[in-house]
Each structure stands twice: as structure tokens, then as C-alpha cells.
């Protein structure tokens, strides 16, 4: 078992997870946890199999102690986790073991019977950005509304499906290349960092660093930086574009950083990230280029902003604004 401090080891988990752990066993998990990412994916990694154990529990005859070892084998597989031995563990797990109908003894009768496949996980970011681990130690940040789903545990290859948007900081694994699913696309890197976009009319890829495949029903395209890729509809060929605009970042890094950027560019981008729709009544106005940041700005500030420079008058109607 992995010495995560003097006081967490697998059976304060067990205990933690029947709910008889002590007050101070319980804050101490939890400081655990929050401590790295490596001791959540543990855990979560440890839970998974737990949970899966309780359906088969009762039907289980298996020696406890025996049940016991091949429970830690099980459960030090996972990749993230580094292990090592710690001090002998105590009899209340005897105790344990016989008032939850030999739970542990279960789990690795149901896993040694059961195919090895792996448990599909959900993120999902609802009404506000959410950064996530994956089990290679890759970084996600989704956009509002936006969700990935992926296996706990990864094989051969690290596949991701994703659904809205996210930027993909990607751990470099030359032996397990990663795939990110989306819509009917797909992109297939071994280490970079992109950001993916997908929406009713088009699926978006932008690479900030290393290389991208983007592949659509057999046309692929291959991405270098400040190159991105677009699909118009699920069975066009991807097109790649140059891409000079950084404003695909603002969930992230909470700015609207515009460099020669049309004021339309700029629109949409603030209409997307307040849920509002804003429109510039002139088209020779939209036109124009904006170079400037607005960090932490909100939204009022901006169109003011916006509107003394070029001298435009707002109009708001419920979430629907003109500038003319």
C-alpha cells in the first residue's frame, strides 16, 4: 500500500468507505485527498472496485485473508498510484469483513470472474469552466456546458470522447497515442496541448503546441502550431486555416486578449461567454480591428469600452444588444 502519510493506508480507506472510520481517520482522508491528484485518482481508482464488489458480496466464499491480498494486488495495478509496503494492518478488519458479508472477499471473487473492462467516467462542467486529471496525468479544462467521458483506467490507447469545448493539455506518451472523439471527428496526438471546439454547425481544433491528426470520415489533416482545423457538417474533409486570434482562451484564462481582431470576432466570442447576443448594426464597423485585453472586465465595461472608441451607441433588449 502506497505510505500516503503516517496515518493513510488501504485499511483507513476500508474503514472510510464502511463509514466506521474515527473523526480524525475521516479529516485525515480528506487532507489526503486534497493534497494531490495523484492520491484522488488512487482513491477514486480503490472506490471503483469497492463499488463494484457489493453486487456479488453475498454470494462470495472466498478466505478473507487470502480475499485480502489479492484485494491490495488488485488495487496497486493502477498506474498513478506509487506502492509501498506499510505496517501490518489491524484485526477490526476481521470484524468488518464479517458484518458487511465478506465485501472484500466479493470484489476480487466478482473481478477475477469478471472481463477486465474498464469503468467509463463523466465529467461534465454545467454553468461554469471545470478542469479535470485524467489517469495519464493529462489536463482538461472544459468550457461551460461542456463534458468528457473516459475510461478510469487507459489501455493501449487514451481515448476521450468530448462534447461542447475544452483545452487538452496533453501528457507526451509516445507508446499510448491519445484520441479525443468529437462529433464524428476524431484527434489523435502523443503529446500536445489544443483546444477543441464543437457546436451545431462545425467542430473547431486549435493547436497551441506540438502536432495534431484531425481526421473526418477519411480526410485528415496534420496541425502545427497557431494552426487550426475546421469541419463543416459530419461528412466534410477538415480544413486547415491559419490561426492567429487568441481568443479562443477567454474561459481559461478569464481575458479577452484581441490582436487585429475584428470587432464581429470579438462580439461573438462576449455573446458566447455572457449568454447574450450582440450585434454590430454596421457592417463597415465590424470590420474594424481591435488590438487591447480586457482581464476580468465585465461585460458593461467592455461594450463601454467598445462604444466610446468608435463612437457607437448601445441598445439592450432583455439579452439581445445593438451597437450602432
Not at 70 to 85: G, K, W, Y
Not at 154 to 159: M, P
Not at 230 to 244: H, I
Not at 248 to 253: A, C, G, H, K
Amino acid at each position: 500500500m502506497n505510505q500516503f502519510n503516517e496515518h493513510i493506508n488501504d485499511d483507513v480507506l476500508v474503514k472510510y468507505l464502511l463509514g466506521i472510520a474515527s473523526g480524525r481517520e475521516q479529516e485525515a482522508v480528506k487532507s489526503w485527498l486534497a493534497a494531490s491528484g495523484e492520491n484522488e485518482r488512487y482513491f477514486r481508482h480503490f472506490r471503483i472496485i469497492w463499488e463494484e464488489s457489493r453486487e456479488l458480496a453475498s454470494k462470495s466464499t472466498v478466505d478473507e485473508n487470502a480475499a485480502w491480498e489479492r484485494f491490495q494486488q488488485r488495487v496497486q495495478t493502477n498506474p498513478s498510484a506509487q506502492i509501498v509496503e506499510m505496517t501490518p494492518r489491524r484485526n477490526w478488519l476481521r470484524i468488518a469483513a464479517a458484518v458487511t458479508v465478506f465485501i472484500i472477499a466479493g470484489a476480487v471473487a466478482y473481478l477475477m470472474m469478471k472481463p477486465a473492462t474498464p469503468r467509463q467516467m463523466a465529467v461534465k462542467s454545467g454553468n461554469t469552466t471545470l478542469q479535470d486529471t485524467l489517469p495519464d496525468g493529462s489536463v482538461v479544462t472544459l468550457n461551460h456546458n461542456s463534458s468528457i467521458t473516459y475510461a478510469a483506467t487507459f489501455g493501449k490507447e487514451r481515448e476521450v470522447t468530448l462534447e461542447g469545448e475544452g483545452f487538452f493539455n496533453i501528457a507526451a506518451d509516445p507508446s499510448r497515442p491519445f484520441i479525443l472523439h468529437v462529433g464524428d471527428a476524431h484527434v489523435r496526438v502523443l503529446g500536445t496541448s489544443f483546444n477543441v471546439k464543437k457546436d451545431k454547425a462545425k467542430i473547431e481544433v486549435i493547436v497551441e503546441t506540438g502536432a495534431v491528426e484531425v481526421n473526418n470520415n477519411k480526410n485528415a489533416v496534420q496541425l502545427q502550431p497557431h494552426e487550426k482545423a475546421v469541419v463543416n457538417g459530419n461528412n466534410a474533409a477538415p480544413v486547415k486555416e491559419t490561426n492567429e486570434g487568441e481568443l479562443y482562451n477567454y474561459y481559461r484564462t478569464r481575458s479577452f486578449v484581441c490582436n487585429n481582431t475584428p470587432l464581429w470576432q470579438l462580439a461573438d466570442k462576449l455573446s458566447e461567454a455572457y449568454g447574450v447576443q450582440i450585434t454590430i448594426a454596421n457592417p463597415k464597423v465590424s470590420n474594424l480591428t481591435l488590438t487591447t485585453t480586457f482581464a476580468d472586465t465585465s461585460l458593461d465595461m467592455i461594450l463601454g469600452v467598445i462604444s466610446e472608441t468608435y463612437n457607437l451607441k448601445k441598445e439592450q433588449n432583455g439579452n439581445i444588444i445593438t451597437l450602432k
